[in-house]
């Protein structure tokens, strides 16, 4: 149920026996930590959730493959790891060959969206605040909050961000494409009177008068919503972002 499993606990971990110099205690600390890990879970939708466990694990093999940790990281390698998801080598269609440029360099172009470069960011810049949050409380370390600052948030990881954002703010990204009235209509007319095709129906038409989220039409009931003589009604919503 918890974020990061087991894998982002042991990355802590390791840091509690440098520390205090009881390398016994750290098991311990490491179940601790994946308890705290859970209670996250808890403060944020499921879609949320969903993303950072994926960006974690985005960012724990390119930390892997790199040789370095993911807990605690450095402004530099943050920066780097921004800039290998932001752009990848170029490649030539016809020879299937890297292309490059005549000082012998190789051609980039853009990899992932600069939203999506962006969400890693906030995912990195979240698992070093629960981090430091976590070895101050649970393993007891007297942590200097004047002195810690997060490598997510400092002048050299937004330099970066910000250079991206310049060389790639002209790329527009892909939007999906709306779900318009004719789509309602062809979802009517797909589906027929069976009880399983008519809460579709009621799910595809809820969702679009009234902009509801995914998230917020699954927790609906019958008794959320109100209905008016002209047929029109209204829908209490329990839970929204």
Known sequence: MFIYGESMAKQVGPQISDMNAQGERSPLVVREIQERLEEEVLAFAENTTRARKADHAIYKAWCDENNVPVVPSTPEQIKDFLWAMAETPAVDKNTGEIKTAKDGSFVLKQNK????VERYLSTIKYLHEVSNEILTEVADIAADNQKYRNPADTRRVRTALRAIKM?????SQRQAAPFNISMIESLMDYYGESI???LYKAIASTGYDSMMRCSEIVVVQVEHIEYA????????VPFHK
């Open 167 to 171: 060389k790639y703010r002209g790329k």
């Open 196 to 198: 399983r095709d008519c």
């Open 229 to 236: 003589v002209d047929g029109s009604g209204t829908v209490w």
């Open 113 to 116: 969206s600069v939203a999506t």
